[in-house]
Nanobody, 127 residues
Framework: VQLQASGGGLVQPGGSLRLSCAAS????????IGWFRQAPGKEREWVSC????????YYADSVKGRFTISRDNAKNTVYLQMNSLKPEDTAVYYC?????????????????????WGQGTQVTVSS
């Protein structure tokens, strides 16, 4: 199981980026896929996730209305469209996958509940 995150870069405030998380070694549709981010000196925090099968979408309050998560099963890839970017969005972004059952309905917010992780991609929002 491998996850490959890409699409980061330098963008001005108010700009947009689209991150990709390409999966190999497993069928992405059967797994929940999440995005997390980690800024320097801070804990890794949950950003968004899309559930397996039904494709339900969840967002952290800090990105709601600006970020959109989507899944392309044919390409085995999940995307994170990020619009109206702010300097506080600057971080290394990671994608994660998990296919197991969880006791809590909010399990996806806990980074320790995710089994597989991709390498990060740097997003820098600066003028």
């Amino acid at each position: 199981v491998q996850l490959q995150a890409s699409g980061g870069g330098l963008v001005q405030p108010g700009g947009s980026l689209r991150l990709s998380c390409a999966a190999s070694g497993f069928t992405l549709d059967y797994y929940a896929i999440g995005w997390f981010r980690q800024a320097p000196g801070k804990e890794r925090e949950w950003v968004s996730c899309i559930s397996s099968r039904e494709g339900r979408r969840y967002y952290a309050d800090s990105v709601k209305g600006r970020f959109t998560i989507s899944r392309d099963n044919a390409k085995n890839t999940v995307y994170l469209q990020m619009n109206s970017l702010k300097p506080e969005d600057t971080a290394v972004y990671y994608c994660a996958a998990d296919g197991s059952d969880h006791a809590s309905s909010n399990w996806y917010k806990d980074k320790y509940e995710w089994t597989y992780w991709g390498q990060g991609t740097q997003v820098t929002v600066s003028s």
